[in-house]
C-alpha cells in the first residue's frame, strides 16, 4: 500500500506543478536569492514549462540533473504499474539508489556553481 501513496503523491505532486503554471504562479528559489547560487532545483520550473511544450533540449538546459530524473521516474512508473497489473508486486529499489541521487546532486550543485560549468546553470 505504501507504494501506492508514492504513486499517487508523485502524480499529484505533477499536477500540482502544472496548475501553479497555467495559473501563472511564480516560484522564486529563496536559496538563489539568500546566496546567489544554484541550488539542484534551480530551473525546474522553466523546465517543466518547456516539458509541456514539448521543448526537450531547452527543458533539459534549465536543469539537466531534474531533467534526467523526471524521465527516470516516468520510467519506473511505467514498469512498476506494468509490473503490479501482470506479477501484483511492487519493484523494491535498494536505499543505496537513494545515496547515488544525493550525491550526485550535491555533485551537480557544485557544478553548476563553477565558472568552467556555466552551462549547467540555468
Sequence with gaps: MNKLKECIILITFFFIVIILYYLKIPIPCIFHKITNLYCPGCGVTRMIDEIIHLNFKSAFSYNAYAFILFILSIVYLIISIT?????????????????VLIMLAIIFTILRNLPYFEFFAP
Design 83 to 99: 509490473i503490479y497489473i501482470v506479477f501484483k508486486r511492487f519493484i523494491k529499489i535498494p536505499k543505496q539508489v537513494a545515496y
